[in-house]
């Protein structure tokens, strides 16, 4: 009976650790220098969806958000309150620059989401209406989904690792193969060379 109470107390913590892991949402303030600017960067999965929102006392602030390959994927400016929102096309480290364009220090507010608390952000309409207990149940399905993609994600992943492993493993052994089979054609040329050598010396 322990062992039984043991092993749920173990399943629900590794749940909830999953749990954790796929929710990431965190705000804070901070004071950007006239003409200075800030980068933050989050891994995200493939598919998976990042929110920002960045609040400003002037609109003399540009927003950029640079994809896993550094490219500017989304380019806002001159507003106080800047949203924007990005589905990653593939797993890596998305950037966030804040860049502050005018003459003074500004005090900005971020506020970042990624994973589930996006997706619930970005589904805020539809969700709404709902009952503290329905928006729990709702937060677990995205949790669910989010947890079968990362799981589909990772066997990919392994699969295509091991995959790369056994071609290298096989031109090591194609690559030792031949060049055993060279050092043992160099060896006989070598072998009679010599024997010829001795013999034309008379040593032989």
Do not use: W
Request: a neutral charge.
């Amino acid at each position: 009976m322990k062992v039984l109470h043991s092993k749920a107390v173990l399943s629900s913590f590794i749940f909830f650790a999953i749990y954790v892991s796929l929710i990431s949402a965190f705000d804070f303030e901070y004071t950007l220098e006239a003409h200075e600017m800030e980068c933050f960067g989050e891994m995200l999965a493939e598919h998976s969806i990042i929110v920002a929102l960045i609040e400003s006392p002037t609109e003399d602030i540009v927003v950029r958000l640079y994809d896993h390959e550094g490219k500017a994927h989304r380019t806002l400016a001159r507003h106080r309150e800047i949203k924007l929102s990005h589905a990653a096309e593939k797993t890596g480290t998305h950037t966030l620059c804040i860049d502050n364009v005018g003459t003074q220090s500004l005090n900005i507010k971020v506020s970042i989401k990624t994973g589930v608390e996006a997706k619930i952000y970005t589904d805020l309409a539809t969700t709404s209406h709902f009952k503290p207990i329905e928006l729990d149940v709702y937060k677990m399905e995205r949790v669910l989904e989010s947890i079968q993609a990362d799981t589909k994600f990772i066997i990919h992943r392994e699969e295509a690792r091991l995959r790369h492993h056994d071609d290298i493993s096989f031109k090591m052994t194609v690559f030792s193969v031949v060049t055993l089979i060279l050092l043992s054609i160099l060896a006989y040329f070598q072998s009679a060379y010599l024997k010829n050598f001795f013999r034309s010396k008379k040593l032989l």
